[in-house]
Structure formats: structure tokens, C-alpha cells
């Protein structure tokens, strides 16, 4: 693989370089805002201040695929993010929302993250990476790391185009994954690529063992009554679906008259049964977006974050479309080439799986 | 005049729908006061054949004679006249498809006791057993459950009183075996056989029930079954060890063999065919469908025994030999151009509950549901006084007409059955037949639901479909013309058989061949197999010749198919042939694939062919049969390994050269090494004259492949289990055979899926065994070695089959397009493009159009492109985009979300 060591403070030069040498046209990244880290879309190079340490800080806003979903145009974007939020892009670009030419994706280690109010609020305590010591040390204290965060095995920078591997000390390794990313960091000056192999299996082993852990340790949605009772505080506001990275419809089902009933609709089904529950539909618009998600979920946990009602979503969408994906021996976002499940029919396949 | 019909089982029905949907007179004759013969035992054909029963019932061009015998008949081609049951009628040809009857069992198999069931019975046993309280299948004897199963096969086949092999019972064994593994995972199952005599689809299906289902096969034939308390004791020789063993089993099933109807003799008497040794009709493998009596043809387990799917074939095939003999005197059913009444805005409900000749009234109390119905808001009438489909048929008509009513909720039995035929009836009396829902309450309440739960289900049936039908929405029917031609690939003996076919009915047609000149595979040949001593060479030529010189013909050589675009009736193609300057513009109406199969294996490696010179190959063995024999030991080599399939004419070509190396030159050795003789049918004879005339037939395991080297050939024989040797001066190879190359592009072409290389099918299901020569593709057929390699009767009998349903769509002057098809809202689409990919018939386009950028309420620039769906012809309305398209924005005209909506809201 082709790569640089840097400094992370030379992560700045190389920003720019890309805005520079038009490798992109637009660049979203996170910044620091005060005491917070938010996503920033920059175009003037100037703009961007020292990404490090907010590349790497253990926070969560919004999943950046969400942001540049339906990116229809062929200026290029490059998005700087961590893999959860790169695997739901290249999901996006296999879903024609957009196009592989025009986002340059870049990758960054992840030690798993806060959602973003606990991290403003706490940001001293937190730091800029956290380990699985500090994690629980932090949790002695009621600040808790998002249940997401803990079941994902998949943190790596090892995704996207380009991916940034954070190194003991100061240093980060920046590799090349793609021909694309590869061609964008070649066009940088002062970076000069040589051959980088960095084996990275120990590490992937241990966050596995770690987040298999905690996943044995979820409670269990085990029947429809769980089910019903678990969703009992939703209000079908469906917020959890806007800030879905993979929830491509342009529009929802359950926007539309069928899936929304108003007025005299609304009555007639109530006439139907004599008494419906309100709103409508809470447990089919669950049921339904997980059946449309479940091969494509990234496990990102934006849609726990997302909920006014505090519902632990977490253990519903990554946990049902973990099962899934391990049916189909498909993992979201880590091959670009690699076809979604669904177009892939064959005649015969998946009998042992399905008896 | 018309065609008689002789026979209402799978052949005759099968014969008869052919010809009535192509404008003939068909009177169908069955002795029994229901159609279905021996099918109807079959659980699982029973589901599969219904619909085409009650077609036949509803058939305006049928005359269906039930409960009546032919007494006589007299006359000629042309012009017979028929007596049955009192009744005459003239007929210009006659198809006889008397069926089979099954042996009476031996004493010494046990039989007599309950636990002992011959395997149509079986089938009976096994579907009661799973709709049973306990869904156990129990003995007979005593009710206990059953552990250990036994089927022996060939009983009352392949011995002294019935010589020939039955051809069916190996595979019908091996489907029964896996069904009672499927239901009964732990049931013990033991099959004592004599050869494993299955091919393609059917010998994966023996190979999983050995490998992974724990299904034990023993070789060896059952001498008796011995009932004691308790338990039934079968004995059998262990072959391995040389012992006779006993085991002691719960039941016992018999695969007995089929022998000709016991009413065949006296039909041959009537009708004058002659009938064979055996019993059956005479045919030859040459004509496979023709009788000694021109004008009469015979089709199915009356000729030969044989499983469903080639009798299905052989009975098309003959109803294209017998209209060809006959003129078309009738018009052909839902070829009609209706005009349907304005639907205005308000809606009249119809409900219309027939009690299916007592299936549904004796279950479901009627008059309370129809009272129940009328009650509901949107009812404008109902009509629960019919009792069969014609009558509910009639009720529907009129009310549309008299009443006015314009949606139609129509309660009977299965949609599979009947469909068809109420939509029909809407159409007639004006009605878009779209606006029709229909409630199954025959297979899905009445049979099903316990009797005191059956009317309240039946009434909440009826709700949900009042509530969908006022979604219903009329879908336009167009027509457009069927282009009277067909395009022939492959111009083999199949190929041409089915061009000439076609052409014979009146039809021009494309033949295409790949290579310079006519033949195909068997030009490969020499002598036929049998007795008859008929010359491949003679048969093509004569063949050739006719096509050559038929007017409605246009052969392309050296040429194939390419852009093939369309649908069924209405297909465009070029032609594109070496060394011709301009591609030849085609059109067509249907397709008839029969590429054939390749015999070039080289088994180059194998036995040191291609290093020895005395290594040859069957098909090469063949020809030398015809000049001098010079070789005193003989060593015939049965599947040898390699790319391919084993054919259904391999053990019958290599025991027959061996039969006609001993009869050419008495005093050589010839040895055939084996591991299963599949000689099926009336060739067992063979194997039985080879082995009485000295030819020696040694039996080796998979597992231990015989081998030649420094010119000795070991094998290891497992009956006398040691090792032999033979210091042959010839070592013949019979390999397998390989799909034609042209099967992946057709394939691709016309989305047929391929099996090994070959246009079979693995599930069989009874839909595809009832259609053994229609693919999905409809307009598109298959036949000869191109489906699985097969023997020339086989494919000169599937070939005419191919021609028959290729006839019966060209018959007609138009087609409808597909009604229910998928249709896409684009200002919801996102453009994902997954409908385009799961779509299996390319129906679906995935369309850019660009996309305004609209900063600050202004239109810039067109900033990029987003992608839309496109539905486009050949939509099959399969639903598996709909089903996919999480936005709803792909949806499935008549199964429209509000449509299901409408019905399930009602349902929770």
C-alpha cells in the first residue's frame, strides 16, 4: 500500500493540498466549535483550521453520508469521517445517490464516540481518543459512550479512498486505499509516497473480542410483544429515518397517503376496526424501515442519537441487520465492488441458511 | 369434424387442450365419470393438474364424452366414424392415450397385510399423514407411528411376467424417499434396488438422498416380505459380504411397475392398431406417435411405460400429428375483441358464491355467509345459488348485463383453477376483467378450516375481498398481432422434425443451423440402436430432403441467431450466416430451441486414449460395427468420467454394440463394465438378449474405477467381489455428453435457466412436468438433447411437441399484453436502480435526466443527473421490483399497495 508518516499537525497542509491541487472541490471535515466538534463543508483552503485533534475526537454529530446524500453533481467532494460514516457513503454510491467519481473518501481511525451534547458537556474528561480503560472509568462517572460505539468491530480507517492511521505519539500514517485516493495524495506536494504495509490484525482482533462482548451483553428484543413494548414511547416522528445515513427513498412510504393517513383516510381505517391506535402505524414504520435498512446498515447509532424518546434503537437496527448481513456474507461498505445482496439472485443459494 | 380423444388422463387432457386451443373439435373420451386417471393418485400432480381440468370442462371446442367407452370405429384417416357408448360421431383422426394399470402384486412381498402399501397408495397415505391431528405417519396395522421405512423397487417389472423395465418407478421412489425425509427427518429409510435407472435432475435428487439425507440404498432384489407381529421381516443378500441379511422394517412401499390399461387390448381390437409383445401400442423410434393404422395416433404409458413428463411431451406431439390430418373447424377462445362498459363513479358490488359441486356448501354454511355479505355497506348484490363454475359462470354474466354491477367478487374454488375463466366470462358480458377479486374458499376455508370455524372464516374472506375490490382498478387490454412464423435453432434431428412440424400446420419457418449442413449429432452415427438395423444417414437424408424441399422453409447454415427483441407472438431477430453478405431481418411468433447435445468429449487421458490405439470410443465403436470386427476380447467401459452428462441412450448404446459385437462375431469376449444398466422401458429386453448371448457384465464401484494399463484392464467386481482382469484387444469408452455451445447465449437470450449446460429444470414442479416443453420464456420452447440428451424417439416425440405448442400460439391472430405489470411513480423514484438489477427479464431502464440546481429560489445551472426507472415491454409481472422498492415508488397494477392495504386493514 502506498502511504506517508506525518506529523498530525502536517494533516493541515495536506487538507489544503487537496483544495489546492483540485484533487477536490469541497471538503467536509470536522472542526472544533467550542467546546464541540461539528462537520464544516470548506471550499477556501483557508478556512480549514488544524484538524487534529477533532479528526480523532470520540464525538458524534451527524453520519457525513447523510450530509452529501443525493450529491448528483459532478463537482467532487472529499469527506473526511470515520469508517462508520464512509462505509454508509460507498452503501449510498451503490445506491445511485452518488456518483464514485465525484466523492474522494477519507477515512479516519476511530476509538468509538460520545454523542456530541455528553462530549460538549464533558470534553475535558474526555480528550481527544479514548481507550477501553478510560471508557469504563468514564462510565463510573454516568458519562457513556454510545451503545453503538461499543458493539462496533469495525473502527478501522481501513475503508474509503484514502485512510489516516493514528500512531502512538504524534503521528499519523496516511495511506492510499484507492487508486483515486492514491492519485489525490500524489498530487499534494511536500507528501512523497513509499511503500506502507502496516499490519493491523491485532488490533482488529482485539476491538472484535471486545465489541463481541458487549453485543452478547444487550438485552434481547425477543418477541413482537418486546417489541411492541420497547417501541411503546415512539412517537412516529420519524426522525430516526432523517438522520439514517442508508434511508435513500426520496419519498418515505410513510410520508405518503398510504403510509400517513389524514382526515377522511384516517377515518375510514378507523371505521374499519372501531378503534386504531395513535399515531398509525408505529409498529409497521419500524418494521418496515428495518426490512429496508437491514442490508445496509452501517451500525453507525444515528438513529438512537436522533430519538426525542430516548429509545435505544441501537438494539434494534445494527443488531437485526448484523443477522442479516451475516446471512448474505455481506458487510456494508467495505467493497465498493461488491453488489448489494439483493441483486444477486441466484435459483439456489443460501439453503443452509434458510432451513 | 374434429378428433377423438381417447383417454382423460395427463395424455389425453394434454392432447386435447392443444388441439381445442388451436380452433379444433375435440371429443375427449374417458371411461370413468372424471378426467385425471391415474394422476389424480398423485398427490402432488392432482394440485398440478387440476387447472387444466377444469379447462377442459369449460372448453367451448370440447365434446367431453365421460363415463363412455368406443365400441367401434370404422373408416380411414379422414374420415373414421366412431361409436361411443351409443353415440356416433365422425372424426378425421384418432389419439389413444389409454394410460397404464398397474401389476398385481405377488403374495410374497408381503402384500395383504396393511403395512405393506404399493406406492400410489402410498402417495395417499403420505398426504393424509401430514393433514393427520398428530402429523405423524402412522402404520396402518396398529396406528404406530412408523421409524423404519422400506421401498422395494421393481416389483411386478423386470421379471418373468413383465420382462421390461418401467422406466418410472426409480425416479417416483426417489421422490417419494425425499418428501418422507422433508416431513420425517428422522425416518429411517431403506430402498433395495436392482439399478439406480435415473438421469439429470433425478440422480442429483439420489445422490443428496444418499449423501445428505442418510437414505440407505441396497442393491439387491427382494426375494419376499415376511408380516410377523409386529413388525414386517424383509430378506436380501448383502452383496458386499455375500450373506443374506434380515431387516426388519414398520412398512413397507412397493414401486410397482406400470403395465399397459387393461382396456388396451380390447381399443387395439377395436381400432385395429397393432399392439406389441408387451401389450402396449407399436410404435418404433422412428415414429414414436404413429400406429400401424394411419389416422390413429398413440401417445403416453399406452405406447411404452414412461414418467409424466414424456407422456406430456408424446401427447402434444401427437396432437400435432392428428391436426394435421384435421381441419380447423372452430374458433379459438379468447381471440374476441370486447368492448367494455364505462365504470362511472359508483360503485355496484357483485358477490358471487358458488358451492363448488358440494365442496364449499358442505363445509361452509352458504346462505348464512351470503346473508352476511349482503349486509356489508358496499354490497349491491349477491348470488349464492350456483353450484358449478359453468352455472357461477352464467349468474356472473348476467348480473354484469342485467344488473349492472361493475366489480365482481367471485367465491369458489382455487384462482390456479379457474382464473382464467371468470376473467373470460367478465370480458364476455362487458365488464374489464380486471375488476374481478376472487376468494379461494374451496382449498384455503372449506378444506382446511375445522367445520364450525369454516363460515366465520369464510364470511371474514369475503369482507377483505369486498374492501380490495373497490380498489380494483381497470388495466386496458391490448392486443396486438401474432406473427404467423416461427424461428427453429438447431437443425438437428429435433430441429428438423419440429420445423417441419410447424411448417406442416402452415406456418413459414426460420431453421437455423450453426454448422454447414443439416444432421447434427446424429451424423455422428451409424446403425440405430435395436433390432431394426435403421441407418442414421437414411433417416437424416430422408429428413433433410423434406425440409430442403418444403416451400414454407427458409434453412440458414453456417448461421445463427443475434438482437433478438420481443415477446411471445411478436419476436424480431437477424440472422447473421458466414460467407452471406447481407443478415437476414426476421420475424417471428415463437421459438423452438433444439441445439442438441455435443458428443466430442475427448477422453483424452482416460484409459490411455489418445496413446493407445485399440482405446476407442462408443460413438466411434459404432461405425467400425458396420465394416469388419477383428477383435476377439471386447471391453466396453460404462461411465467414464468426464465433462458432461450421462445420456438417457448411454447404457442403451453401449449394451447394444456389445449385443451386435457377439452377434457379428459369436466366439469374441465382450465385457461390459458397469456401474448401473439404465436400459428404461422396453430396452431392458436388450440388456436381457446381451446378457443370454453371452455378453459379460461386470459391475464396478465409483469408488474403485477399473483401470488399463500394460494392456490388462482390472476392475474390481463387487458380485463376486474380487478383482478381474482382461487382456482386451479393444477398450471401448462410453463418456459423457456435452450441452451445445450456443445454450449459455440462448440462455442469456431468452432468460431460460440452464442446468449443467442443459435447458432442464431441478425442481420439478408439476407445472413444469405438465409443460415439459415450455420454458418461462413464453413463446420460446425446448426440445430434444438440448433439454437432456435423449434417444430419437424421445426427441422426434418432443420435437413434434414443441411444434404442437408453438402451433397453438401461432393459431391465434392476436395476444394480449400483459396486464398486470409494474409500473413506476417517477416523482417518487429515487433512482437506487435495483428494481433494474433484480428484474429477470431486463424490463426495467434505468434513465438519466438532469438535475436543476435551485440555489436561493433561482435556477442556476443544470448541475448533474439523477437516475430514474423506466418500465418498458416485457414486463412478466413478476413483482420483484415492486416487492423490493422501499418507497413504493415501483408498484404492481392489481396488487397496488392501497389494493393489499385495503384487504389486510381489514384483516387486523
Not at chain 2, 372448453?59 to 366414424?81: C, V, Y
Not at chain 2, 423397487?153 to 418407478?169: L, P
Not at chain 2, 433395495?192 to 449423501?211: N, S, W
Request: glycine share 8%; proline share 4%; net charge negative.
Amino acid at each position: 500500500m502506498k502511504g506517508v508518516e506525518l506529523k498530525s499537525g502536517d494533516l493541515e497542509g495536506l487538507f489544503k493540498g487537496l483544495l489546492d491541487k483540485k484533487a477536490v472541490d469541497c471538503l467536509i471535515l470536522p472542526h472544533r466549535v467550542g467546546n464541540n466538534v461539528a462537520h464544516m463543508m470548506v471550499t477556501d483552503k483557508d478556512k480549514i483550521e488544524s484538524p487534529v485533534p477533532a479528526i480523532f475526537a470520540p464525538s458524534f454529530s451527524v453520519n457525513a453520508a447523510n450530509i452529501v446524500k443525493g450529491w448528483l453533481i459532478k463537482e467532487k467532494i472529499g469527506i473526511v469521517a470515520k469508517p462508520c460514516e464512509i462505509r454508509a457513503a460507498i452503501e449510498l454510491i451503490k445506491l445511485k445517490q452518488m456518483d464514485k467519481e465525484s466523492v474522494l473518501l477519507i477515512s479516519v481511525d476511530c476509538s468509538g464516540a460520545f454523542k456530541n451534547q455528553d462530549y460538549a458537556d464533558h470534553a475535558e474528561e474526555i480528550g481527544d481518543w479514548v481507550d477501553s480503560a478510560k471508557i469504563e472509568g468514564l462510565k463510573g462517572k454516568r458519562i457513556a459512550i454510545r451503545e453503538a460505539c461499543e458493539i462496533c468491530d469495525k473502527r478501522l480507517a481501513d475503508v474509503g479512498d484514502i485512510g489516516i492511521v493514528r500512531q502512538d505519539g504524534d503521528n499519523v500514517v496516511v495511506v492510499g486505499i484507492t487508486d483515486m485516493g492514491v492519485e489525490a495524495l500524489s498530487a499534494i506536494e511536500d507528501i512523497s509516497l513509499e511503500d506502507k504495509d502496516i499490519d493491523r490484525s491485532g488490533e482488529i482482533e482485539k476491538i472484535a473480542a471486545e465489541a463481541k462482548k458487549k453485543k452478547e451483553a444487550l438485552p434481547e428484543i425477543s418477541s413482537v410483544e418486546a417489541l411492541e413494548e420497547f417501541l411503546r414511547d415512539c412517537i412516529v416522528c420519524k426522525n430516526c429515518r432523517e438522520m439514517c445515513p442508508v434511508c435513500y427513498c426520496k419519498e418515505c412510504f410513510f410520508e405518503q397517503p398510504l403510509g400517513k393517513p389524514v382526515g377522511g383516510d384516517l377515518l375510514n381505517i378507523a371505521e374499519l376496526r372501531g378503534a386504531i391506535a395513535v399515531p398509525v402505524n408505529q409498529l409497521m414504520y419500524h418494521l418496515t424501515r428495518v426490512y429496508h435498512v437491514s442490508t445496509t446498515c452501517v451500525g453507525c447509532g444515528a438513529c438512537e442519537d436522533a430519538c426525542p424518546k430516548d429509545i435505544p434503537l441501537t438494539r434494534l437496527y445494527p443488531v437485526i441487520a448484523e443477522k442479516v448481513q451475516e446471512i448474505f456474507e455481506y458487510v456494508p461498505g467495505k467493497d465498493i465492488e461488491e453488489p448489494l445482496p439483493f441483486t444477486t439472485y441466484e435459483e439456489e443459494e443460501l439453503e443452509d441458511k434458510l432451513r | 369434424m374434429g378428433i377423438a380423444v381417447i383417454g382423460g388422463g395427463v395424455a389425453g387432457i394434454t392432447a386435447a387442450l392443444d388441439l381445442a386451443d388451436s380452433g379444433y373439435k375435440v371429443h375427449l373420451i374417458e371411461k370413468n365419470a372424471e378426467l385425471g386417471g391415474k394422476m389424480e393418485e398423485l398427490a402432488e400432480c392432482q394440485m398440478g393438474l387440476s387447472p387444466y381440468i377444469a379447462k377442459v370442462e369449460n372448453h367451448p371446442n370440447i365434446d367431453l364424452m365421460l363415463s363412455s367407452e368406443l365400441e367401434r370405429l370404422s373408416g380411414t384417416a379422414g374420415d373414421f366414424k366412431l361409436s361411443v357408448s351409443g353415440n356416433e360421431i365422425g372424426v378425421e383422426s384418432v389419439v389413444l392415450a389409454s394410460g397404464y394399470d398397474i401389476p398385481e402384486v405377488a403374495k410374497s412381498y408381503g402384500f395383504g397385510s396393511p403395512d405393506v402399501v404399493v406406492s400410489l397408495d402410498f402417495e395417499g397415505i403420505l398426504k393424509a399423514a401430514t393433514v393427520s391431528e398428530t402429523g405423524e405417519l402412522v402404520r396402518p396395522s396398529d396406528g404406530k407411528r412408523v421409524k423404519r421405512l422400506g421401498f422395494i423397487k421393481c416389483v411386478g417389472s423386470r421379471c418373468q411376467e413383465n420382462e421390461i423395465c418401467s422406466t418410472a418407478c426409480c425416479a417416483y421412489t426417489a421422490k417419494e424417499a425425499w418428501e418422507v425425509k422433508e416431513r420425517f427427518p428422522d425416518m429411517e429409510i431403506y430402498i433395495f434396488y436392482m439399478d439406480i435407472r435415473v438421469f439429470g435432475k433425478d440422480e442429483e435428487l439420489v445422490a443428496e438422498l444418499k449423501d445428505k439425507y442418510g437414505v440407505k440404498y441396497i442393491r439387491s432384489r427382494v426375494p419376499e416380505v415376511i408380516p410377523e407381529e409386529g413388525a414386517l421381516t424383509v430378506k436380501f443378500e448383502n452383496l458386499e459380504k455375500g450373506t443374506i441379511e434380515k431387516l426388519d422394517l414398520d412398512m413397507v412401499v412397493l414401486a410397482v411397475g406400470l403395465l399397459p390399461s387393461k382396456t388396451l387390448s380390447k381399443l387395439a381390437e377395436i381400432t385395429g392398431v397393432k399392439t406389441d409383445k408387451y401389450g402396449y401400442i407399436e410404435t418404433s423410434l422412428t415414429s414414436p406417435l404413429e400406429t400401424s393404422v394411419p389416422g390413429i395416433l398413440a401417445c403416453g404409458t399406452a405406447t411404452a411405460p414412461m414418467k409424466v413428463r414424456e407422456s406430456v411431451a408424446q401427447a402434444s406431439g401427437a396432437a400435432l400429428k392428428a391436426a394435421g390430418l384435421s381441419q380447423r373447424t372452430e374458433p379459438i377462445p379468447g381471440q374476441e375483441e370486447h368492448k367494455y362498459i364505462e365504470v362511472g363513479d359508483e360503485l355496484k358490488t357483485g358477490v358471487f358464491i358458488c358451492g363448488c359441486e358440494g365442496e364449499v356448501a358442505n363445509t361452509v354454511d352458504i346462505p348464512a355467509v351470503a346473508e352476511r355479505t349482503n349486509e356489508l355497506k358496499d354490497v349491491a348484490y349477491v348470488n349464492s345459488e350456483t353450484n358449478t363454475l359453468k352455472e357461477a359462470m352464467d349468474a356472473i354474466e348476467s348480473g354484469i348485463v342485467d344488473q349492472g354491477l361493475n366489480r365482481i367478487v367471485f367465491a369458489g374454488q382455487s384462482p390456479r383453477e379457474c382464473e382464467d375463466i371468470v376473467r373470460d366470462a367478465c370480458a364476455r358480458a362487458g365488464l374489464n376483467p380486471y375488476l374481478l377479486e376472487m376468494v379461494n374458499l374451496r382449498e384455503q376455508c372449506a378444506w382446511v378450516q375445522d367445520p364450525k370455524d369454516a363460515t366465520e372464516a369464510a364470511v371474514d374472506m369475503l369482507k377483505m375481498a369486498v374492501e380490495r375490490a373497490k380498489y380494483l382498478e381497470e388495466i386496458p387490454v391490448e392486443r396486438y398481432p401474432v406473427i404467423p412464423k416461427a424461428l427453429v435453432i438447431g437443425g438437428g434431428i429435433s430441429g428438423m422434425n419440429a420445423a417441419l412440424g410447424i411448417a406442416d400446420a402452415g406456418y413459414e419457418v426460420h431453421l437455423v443451423e450453426k454448422r454447414a449442413e443439416l444432421g447434427g449429432g446424429l451424423r455422428e452415427s451409424a446403425e440405430l440402436q435395436g433390432p431394426g438395423g435403421e441407418q442414421a444417414a437414411d433417416i437424416l437424408n430422408e429428413l433433410v430432403d423434406k425440409v430442403t424441399t418444403n416451400e414454407r422453409m427458409n434453412v440458414y447454415t453456417n448461421a445463427k441467431e443475434e438482437e433478438v427483441v420481443g415477446r411471445a407472438g411478436s419476436f424480431k431477430a437477424k440472422i447473421v450466416a458466414e460467407g452471406s453478405a447481407e443478415d437476414a431481418e426476421i420475424e417471428f411468433g415463437a421459438c423452438v430451441i433444439a441445439t442438441g447435445a455435443r458428443r466430442d468429449f475427448v477422453p483424452e487421458g482416460y484409459f490411455g486414449y489418445g496413446k493407445e490405439k485399440n482405446v476407442t470410443t462408443v460413438s466411434e465403436f459404432g461405425k467400425m460395427l458396420a465394416g469388419k470386427l477383428d477383435a476377439n476380447t471386447i471391453a466396453l467401459i460404462q461411465d467414464v468420467p468426464g465433462e458432461g452428462v450421462t445420456a438417457r441412450y448411454s447404457s442403451i448404446e453401449v449394451v447394444d454394440s456389445a449385443l451386435k459385437a457377439k452377434e457379428k462375431n459369436p466366439d469374441a469376449n465382450v465385457f461390459v463394465l458397469y456401474q448401473d444398466i439404465k436400459t428404461y422401458g422396453k430396452w431392458e429386453v436388450l440388456y436381457k438378449d446381451a446378457r443370454e448371448k453371452g455378453v459379460i457384465f461386470l459391475r464396478y464401484d465409483k469408488e474403485k474405477p477399473p483401470k488399463y494399463e500394460d494392456g490388462i484392464v482390472s476392475v474390481y467386481d463387487v458380485i463376486f467381489n474380487d478383482e478381474i482382469q482382461i487382456k482386451p484387444d479393444l477398450v471401448v469408452l462410453s463418456t459423457p455428453t456435452m450441452p451445445a455451445e450456443a445454450n449459455e447465449r440462448l440462455s442469456e437470450t431468452f432468460k431460460i435457466p440452464l442446468k449443467k449446460g442443459f435447458f432442464m429444470e431441478k425442481p420439478e414442479r408439476p407445472k413444469m412436468v405438465l409443460t415439459p416443453v415450455d420454458t418461462v420464456n413464453e413463446g420460446v420452447f425446448i426440445c430434444g438433447s438440448a433439454v437432456y440428451p435423449a434417444m430419437i424417439d424421445e426427441c422426434l416425440a418432443m420435437s413434434s411437441a414443441a411444434a404442437s405448442r408453438a402451433c397453438v400460439l401461432l393459431a391465434k391472430d392476436f395476444l394480449e399484453t400483459p396486464a398486470m405489470i409494474s409500473v413506476v411513480d417517477e416523482e417518487i423514484c429515487a433512482g437506487c436502480g435495483v428494481c433494474e438489477a433484480i428484474c429477470p427479464v431486463d424490463a426495467i431502464e434505468l434513465t438519466e435526466e438532469p438535475v436543476p440546481v435551485v440555489t436561493f429560489g433561482v435556477t442556476t445551472v443544470v448541475g448533474g443527473t439523477k437516475k430514474v426507472a423506466k418500465t418498458g415491454d416485457g414486463c412478466i409481472g413478476c413483482g420483484s421490483c415492486a416487492s423490493y422498492c422501499p418507497s413504493g415508488a415501483m408498484s404492481l397494477k392489481n396488487f397496488r399497495d392501497r389494493q393489499v392495504y385495503a384487504q389486510l386493514d381489514y384483516a387486523m
